[in-house]
């Protein structure tokens, strides 16, 4: 006689537990290659000083992946970010250097701006091309690969353009790109009032809806995990002192602007009406063109919206080199793909998970630093990041076969 009792199973577990377990499969992966690393190179990975290199390697990434995730979602996919953020990141170190000279903050800020919105230009360019035309944004964006590489070369004539002002260079984490220990304090006890303030309001909210809710014991439990992450990450970015004044550097410039584009992107995508049609087309695109979702300018929406983040990341890539060059930002597309599809976003459209996104950013960043130190060859770093798109790849396409069963 079969028994009827039924054991639970590891994912039911999870959603009782309200957690993702892809992101719980994310968070672990990157705790073990952060381990084995800090073993590998005998107590360097894990130092202070290293976590603060790694978390602004991580930037270009972090700030383009929710883009491509919006992309992806959609059914598309953009081959061209790695050659815009080459391309507008040399058009703002021209701008910076021959027509802008100031070295002011206003001056960073008008060069940044207009390197935003050439980066949206061209993201609404390949957008118009892909949504009119119904050309695949394959084709469109590996043609926007080389016309933009191309572009960037000349630009200056395959000039490398140095160097850039000093305010401009706050941008990519230099010397003076971080906003020091009682800041990155603010800063943090800001996250944690967001974090707190974030958790009740979902609470009140699913009680409001007759939704379930974790026990308060396992709440609190979840809510002080978050805070001891944030304080653990001021703790670290405090402890790599400044090598002229010894002073704490605190939190570099480009890993605030990463985590601001990241509050913002999850932002649109669960509480506006834009991040709501995106997911809905990438669902069902026929049923969202029922509906009356306009979807040629959706699509036009979100190019020009990877196109900004794009030209961003240019500017953090440009400032942390203090110098223009033509080859900034190659490859760069594979990285930001490979950190979306690892982060859980379905090549086939339709879901992907900002958050996710995020630490397949970070895990990507870990495998390339922690190669760094153990001084692997860049021919080596390529197979592994290859290997590693492959995997994240295949996973995906045997999660989709489990689904339709």
């Known amino acids: 006689m079969q028994s009827s009792v039924r054991t639970t199973s590891r994912p039911d577990r999870l959603n009782q537990l309200g957690l993702d377990g892809r992101l719980v499969f994310m968070v672990l992966a990157i705790a073990g290659i952060w381990i084995l690393f800090h073993l590998f190179t005998q107590g360097t990975f894990m130092s202070a000083r290293n976590l603060w290199n790694l978390s602004v390697q991580t930037a270009s990434v972090g700030v383009m992946v929710s883009g491509m995730v919006l992309v992806i979602v ?85 000039q490398t353009i140095a160097p850039l002002t000093e305010n401009y260079q706050v941008l990519g984490g230099g010397l003076n790109g971080a906003i020091g220990g009682p800041a990155s304090w603010a800063v943090g006890l800001l996250l944690m009032a967001a974090i707190v303030a974030s958790d009740l309001l979902t609470r009140r909210q699913r009680e409001r809806r007759g939704l379930p809710n974790r026990s308060m014991g396992l709440q609190l439990l979840f809510t002080g995990g978050s805070l001891l992450v944030v304080l653990g990450f001021i703790l670290v970015m405090n402890g790599y002192p400044d090598p002229r004044t010894g002073l704490p550097r605190g939190m570099p410039v480009p890993v605030l602007i990463m985590l601001a584009v990241t509050a913002v992107m999850m932002w649109v995508v669960r509480s506006t009406r834009f991040g709501r049609y995106v997911y809905a ?23 020009a919206l990877m196109g900004t983040l794009a030209a961003l990341a240019g500017a953090i890539q440009t400032a942390r080199l203090n110098a223009g060059t033509n080859s900034t930002g190659t490859l760069a597309e594979l990285s930001v793909i490979a950190a979306a599809v690892i982060g859980g976003t379905s090549l086939a459209g339709g879901t992907g998970s900002i958050p996710g996104a995020f630490l ?3 895990l990507m960043a870990s495998l390339i630093n922690g190669m760094l130190l153990l001084d692997l060859s ?27 069963r």
């Open 74 to 158: 959609m059914r598309n996919i953009d081959l061209s970010i790695g050659s815009i953020l080459g391309f507008t990141g040399m058009f703002m170190a021209v701008v910076n250097t021959r027509f802008i000279t100031a070295d002011t903050w206003w001056g960073t800020l008008l060069t940044l701006l207009l390197g935003l919105l050439l980066g949206a230009v061209v993201g609404a360019l390949q957008g118009t091309w892909i949504a009119r035309l119904a050309v695949p944004s394959f084709i469109v964006t590996l043609g926007g690969l080389l016309i933009f590489r191309g572009g960037a070369w000349l630009l200056t004539s395959g």
């Open 281 to 303: 087309y990438g669902g069902n695109p026929e049923a969202a063109r029922l509906a009356g979702i306009n979807t040629e300018r959706l699509t036009i929406a979100v190019f």
């Open 360 to 362: 397949g950013a970070l």
């Open 378 to 404: 860049s021919a080596w770093q390529n197979v592994v990041q290859g290997l590693v798109l492959m995997l994240a790849v295949t996973l995906d396409v045997i999660a989709q076969k489990r689904r339709t």
